[in-house]
């Protein structure tokens, strides 16, 4: 059986003939179709982009990032629009808002999402928009969506690791066989290994591949020795100048988690080139949140905040028709990722030769994403306006059994600034002219004339990106995740009134600059 990669190829050479005879000789051949890139998207945990050697930190070592970046488009302004596991992952998957697909908080379950009906919950993922354009496809590594078996969702292959976070452990499923446990490896070795292992197994069709590691999340004393050694005092690893925990052992094992995630972006840059691969294969590289690294006293790994450090992250991205060592000053964030990696792939343009009726639903639901599609702006070429703004949201503590509480607020980022509000009131006002963070600029004068549209920028995002779905997230939401957000909020577990929560969801009247 002729491989996808032969099968799009010989469509092309098909289309060819018929123009042929339906135009006749006159008319000039059509081109033949371009074979689909291959796609790698590699995911971290808990990467700032501060923690680069090209940004904030020359003294990590970052190689392998900095190659890629080299080698293609990095962004310096990508946020995370809900910086926290479950709910970035669930918009990577998705391509919608937390409170329209339902993830809002951690530990909740992709198979229950809330925008599609029963029976379909598994459907409508960036993994079935590939599969079904054609691609062979794979998840391996951290899942954090329920279960220990993504197939369902469209991955032909499954390697789930959904231990605990103990990076020397890298227990995982294949297929949602029993889980296999492998002690004293690395689980970040362990995963970029099962991915290489089957890249090799699928060279020849064209395949997409979420490699999901988990550095640099805690416990960051983890960290392999051998990356600790890099960072042998302070003097060799300065700390973050809005640490106020001054620890720098920590500091020092965070930047190794870094550096071991470098090492594994290396060793998949290699591997590509040893395959042949590498001209035809997009690498896409971020993070699904970033670290708050002390910064107002702040656990180091801790998120959930609308500072830099939390929810900004790496992007960068090579493949082909992207420029080289390009790097971008334009806003984009989570919500535009689906879009945009369907576009590189161009999935939307391509013959549909598989599975006629399901190709239809996948691009129709592309078509329905709320993101855009940065696709040609990462390849230098005229489309779509970069965004002019970026809402960010923290809606919930729930299912955060093992962390303190952080605010609950949401925040707008534009070219200027980031304004942030709690349910109390303003919070923060930060120039991004600023390297860090340092200034909120809240109580000055000649700032005050800028918070009233910043807060009407915040209103619209809410009207596209929360509002109009809170009320069915109550209709529809597991009863348990509801019970989960009425304990936070002080309601009690049970009730007649499922809605009974209602109340406590975010009012940004309560915060109008006064």
């Excluded at 371009?34 to 990467?47: A, G, K, L, R, W």
């Excluded at 896409?284 to 690294?293: E, F, I, L, P």
């Excluded at 809170?470 to 499922?498: C, K, M, T």
Aim: aromatic share 10%; hydrophobic share 40%.
């Amino acid at each position: 059986m002729p491989s996808a990669r032969a099968r799009f190829r010989r469509l092309g050479v098909a289309c060819l003939l018929l123009a042929v005879l339906a135009c006749g000789p006159a008319d000039p051949p059509a081109p033949e179709s371009e074979p689909p890139p291959n796609v790698v998207f590699i995911m971290s945990d808990t990467h700032r982009w501060g923690a680069m050697s090209m940004t904030q930190t020359p003294a990590v070592s970052t190689p392998n990032l900095e190659r890629l970046a080299q080698q293609g488009v990095s962004l310096s302004r990508y946020y995370v629009n809900h910086p926290l596991c479950t709910p970035y992952r669930a918009m990577l998957m998705t391509g919608r808002w937390p409170y329209q697909q339902g993830l809002i908080g951690n530990h909740m379950r992709l198979d229950e999402r809330v925008d599609l009906p029963d029976g379909e919950r598994t459907r409508g993922t960036v993994s079935w928009a590939f599969k079904d354009a054609g691609y062979t496809t794979a998840h391996v590594g951290k899942w954090h969506l329920g279960g220990n078996d993504a197939r369902a969702f469209g991955f032909d292959r499954s390697i789930v690791w959904n231990g605990t976070n103990d990076h020397r452990r890298s227990d995982y499923s294949v297929d949602g066989a029993p889980t296999k446990e492998w002690t004293g490896l690395s689980n970040a070795t362990a995963m970029t290994t099962q991915a290489l292992e089957w890249i090799e197994s699928v060279r020849g069709e064209p395949f997409f591949l979420i490699l999901s590691l988990n550095p640099a999340h805690g416990p960051f004393d983890d960290a392999p020795e051998e990356y600790k050694a890099l960072y042998p005092d302070e003097a060799a690893l300065p700390l973050h100048p809005l640490d106020e925990l001054r620890s720098w052992e920590t500091h020092r094992d965070y930047h190794a988690l870094v550096s071991n995630l470098d090492a594994e972006v290396g060793r998949v840059l290699d591997a590509l080139d040893a395959f042949g691969i590498a001209d035809e294969t997009v690498v896409v590289y971020t993070s699904d949140h970033g670290a708050m690294s002390g910064v107002n006293g702040v656990a180091y790994g801790q998120k959930r905040h609308p500072n830099d450090e939390s929810t900004r992250v790496p992007f960068i991205v090579r493949g082909p028709g992207v420029p080289a060592g390009l790097e971008l000053d334009m806003l984009a964030s989570s919500i535009d990722l689906f879009p945009t990696l369907a576009g590189l792939a161009d999935i939307s343009g391509r013959p549909q030769d598989v599975g006629t009726d399901a190709a239809a639903a996948s691009l129709g639901y592309l078509e329905s994403l709320p993101g855009a599609d940065l696709s040609s702006l990462l390849r230098g070429a005229p489309g779509v306006a970069a965004p002019t703004s970026i809402f960010l949201m923290h809606p919930t503590n729930m299912n955060n059994r093992f962390s303190r509480h952080e605010p609950i607020w949401r925040a707008v980022v534009t070219d200027d600034y980031t304004y942030a509000v709690t349910a109390e009131g303003e919070y923060a006002l930060w120039d991004r002219a600023e390297s860090y963070q340092v200034t909120n600029l809240l109580s000055d004068p000649e700032h005050a004339p800028r918070r009233m549209p910043l807060w009407n920028e915040l209103d619209t995002w809410m009207d596209r990106a929360e509002r109009p779905f809170i009320d069915h997230w109550f209709a529809e939401a597991p009863s348990r995740e509801v019970a989960a957000w009425n304990v936070e909020y002080g309601f009690g577990e049970h009730g007649d009134d499922r809605h009974v929560g209602r109340d406590a969801v975010f009012d940004l009247a309560a915060s109008e600059p006064r």
